[in-house]
């Protein structure tokens, strides 16, 4: 399903660089998220919007910071990345009206910090 | 704070066995519920899903749902397992229409032959 996009898939980086992942989609939805994925700890949100105007802190957003540039594009970035953020990222979007709350999953960000 | 547990942390079964993996939830409002597959490699992908009306919900692939109020209980069930149900699986859930999913910790699923 190509709807939600994440690019890049997978990032090898450095202790201390900036690095962005962004997520597009075609699904015409308002609401767009951020999950990153740990063995053990399943999906733990970062950021999300529900428009182009509205950003929220999630329940780890440390570290994180994240931008609306459009509708359809929601990035985030790592500002100066550390290792404990080696992680699988996911972006997700769901529609305005109902079903709120069913989600669509990108294909992931492989992300790894040395 | 709302929450969403999965009891089970690995599940393995042979082929043909009858899988039931247990959801819990916090919250006294309306709960719309989610249970949702990640098979190695790739990204989420929606089983199925409870709103309103029937609670036994069925979903893709033979999965089914229950939906139990007075017992905060939404587990996922499947009579006959196959090598390819091998997957990790989550639920989910809001606690109203302006909160994103919370997730449970995941189950990982080994099926064997």
């Known amino acids: 399903d190509a709807d939600v996009t994440q690019t890049p898939r997978n990032r090898i980086t450095k202790t201390g660089k900036r690095i962005m992942l962004e997520c597009s989609q075609t699904?015409?939805?308002?609401?767009m998220y951020w999950y990153r994925q740990d063995p053990g700890l399943g999906l733990r949100l970062i950021y999300y919007?529900?428009?182009?105007?509205?950003?929220n802190k999630g329940e780890i957003s440390d570290g994180y910071s994240v931008s609306r540039q459009a509708q359809a594009k929601f990035s985030l970035s790592l500002e100066s990345a550390i290792p404990n953020q080696t992680a699988l990222y996911f972006c997700a979007t769901s529609p305005q009206g109902p079903p709120y709350n069913e989600q669509f999953f990108g294909p992931g960000t492989r992300l790894t910090v040395l | 704070a709302q929450s969403v547990s999965q009891h089970n942390h690995h599940v393995i079964l042979s082929e043909a066995a009858s899988l039931e993996l247990g959801c819990n939830y916090s919250y006294g409002g309306t709960v719309n519920l989610f249970w949702y597959v990640q098979y190695p490699g790739q990204h989420l992908q929606l089983l199925l899903k409870?709103?309103?009306?029937?609670?036994l919900v069925k979903g893709i692939k033979g999965f089914e749902a229950e939906f139990i109020k007075s017992k905060f209980s939404f587990n996922l069930r499947k009579p006959s397992v196959q090598w390819s149900d091998t997957a990790e699986y989550f639920c989910a859930g809001p606690v109203s229409g302006n909160t994103p999913l919370v997730f449970g910790k995941g189950t990982r699923l080994s099926v064997i032959a």
């Open positions: 699904k015409g939805h308002d609401r």
């Open positions: 919007s529900f428009d182009v105007k509205d950003i």
């Open positions: 409870y709103f309103s009306g029937d609670p």
